[in-house]
């Protein structure tokens, strides 16, 4: 990951067509934590700051964040079942409003595919 934040294997446009106020993505390998995972260690954000009201933290699966300081990631759902799982992702509101998972695609292909990764 650490090479992600000198150069993003995600161009802007790509993420700015999901996320318009993120500035870029990091994407993270294997091995993959929960919500719930990041709750449970005390190291992360808080339950409100996850907005654990709009998911299940032990099935949101997270595979990239905004980078440095953005606190916000991007997650597997998988509430609906484990073939398909839609892509998440949380909006950053606090404090005027509570944070929010938005939806960002209906599957991880599709998502995948809405990326332009940069080899």
Request: hydrophobic content about 40%.
């Amino acid at each position: 990951m650490r090479p992600q934040i000198l150069k993003s294997l995600v161009s802007l446009e790509s993420v700015r067509s999901f996320a318009p106020e993120e500035s870029g993505l990091i994407l993270y390998g294997p091995p993959f934590r929960t919500i719930r995972d990041d709750i449970d260690s005390g190291g992360g954000l808080s339950a409100e700051q996850h907005a654990v009201h709009d998911i299940v933290p032990e099935l949101t699966v997270v595979i990239a964040d905004f980078g440095l300081g953005s606190d916000t990631a991007v997650a597997l759902d998988y509430r609906d079942g484990t073939r398909e799982p839609r892509v998440i992702r949380m909006q950053w509101r606090l404090p005027d409003m509570p944070n929010r998972w938005v939806p960002v695609a209906q599957d991880f292909e599709s998502f995948w595919k809405m990326l332009d990764v940069i080899a």
